[in-house]
């Protein structure tokens, strides 16, 4: 699902208007990435956690040339489920 048909079903299922749906979602999603930024974890309660892990630098084969490359270390966002939404998912 994308941005868009994220902010029709929250319009159809609140009869919000668009302008506003799309306010706080768009709020929403930059109170997480500022809460990453200053390296604090963003805990939905029922749905799950954004928090950074660091990812240690690493050694790859090129598929296509072989030759072997150098990956740096770096940090990433991951997000890990609540059991809720695990037992939501495993139910279908």
Request: glycine residues 6%.
């Amino acid at each position: 699902m994308h941005k868009g048909k994220l902010l029709e079903k929250v319009v159809d299922a609140t009869n919000l208007s668009e302008k506003l749906v799309r306010s706080v979602v768009e709020a929403t999603m930059e109170s997480i990435a500022a809460a990453l930024e200053s390296r604090e974890p963003m805990r939905l309660a029922g749905f799950g956690t954004f928090r950074l892990t660091k990812r240690g630098a690493r050694n790859y084969k090129h598929p296509k040339s072989g030759n072997l490359m150098r990956v740096e270390a770096k940090t990433v966002p991951v997000f890990r489920p609540s059991r809720h939404l695990k037992a939501r998912l495993a139910a279908k």
